[in-house]
């Protein structure tokens, strides 16, 4: 264990990291009760947001832990699930399933922008910064993801006004607006 994630490189213990992980694990276990009943309010089964959220929290946690070793735990959040069911859900009209297919068009979206060529293309139309030296010229990562990210919101907040006349096919529009 000291040899596969350099325990004493890093200033710490075996007992220390396993000390950690069960604080970590007892501060974000709430998710896995929280996050069923809130998407259940949407329309979705309790038992399978149930399970997927265990799931999707050992499978995250154990790639931050043996792949880029961290000691970073990943879960779902509340927050964006409750925007899911409250906003996108009930909120706009939409089916579960078919915000389920705007979260998965968005993370298509998301990867393809996070592509380094993609981001320097992004980074070289934004305007310069205010720094007057020209090797800090273009704008830094962080702003640019802040860009990118309120960009995609806007184009979503266009989007998905539920109307007649919405941009999304038929198959993705609200239940509450007829073609």
Avoid: D
């Avoid at 993370?107 to 720094?131: A, D, H, R, V, Y």
């Avoid at 860009?147 to 989007?159: E, F, I, V, Y």
């Amino acid at each position: 264990m000291e040899k596969f994630f350099k325990l004493k490189e890093n200033g710490t213990t075996a007992s220390t990291e396993i000390l950690a992980g069960l604080t970590t694990f007892f501060a974000m276990s709430y998710i896995v009760a929280v996050n069923p009943n809130v998407l259940g309010q949407a329309g979705m089964p309790w038992g399978a947001v149930f399970l997927a959220t265990i799931i999707a929290s050992i499978i995250g946690t154990l790639i931050m832990g043996l792949f880029a070793n961290v000691p970073y735990a990943l879960a779902p959040g509340v927050g964006l699930n409750a925007f899911f069911t409250f906003t996108v859900v009930k909120g706009l009209g939409f089916t579960w399933q078919q915000a389920m297919s705007m979260v998965f068009i968005c993370g298509l979206i998301n990867i393809i922008i996070s592509e380094p060529n993609c981001k320097l293309i992004i980074q070289s139309i934004l305007p310069c910064s205010s720094t007057p030296s020209r090797r800090h010229r273009h704008l830094s990562s962080p702003t640019s993801a802040w860009w990118t990210s309120a960009s995609s919101n806007s184009l979503l907040t266009r989007l998905l006004r539920p109307g007649p006349t919405s941009a999304w096919p038929v198959w993705i529009r609200p239940a509450s607006v007829s073609s």
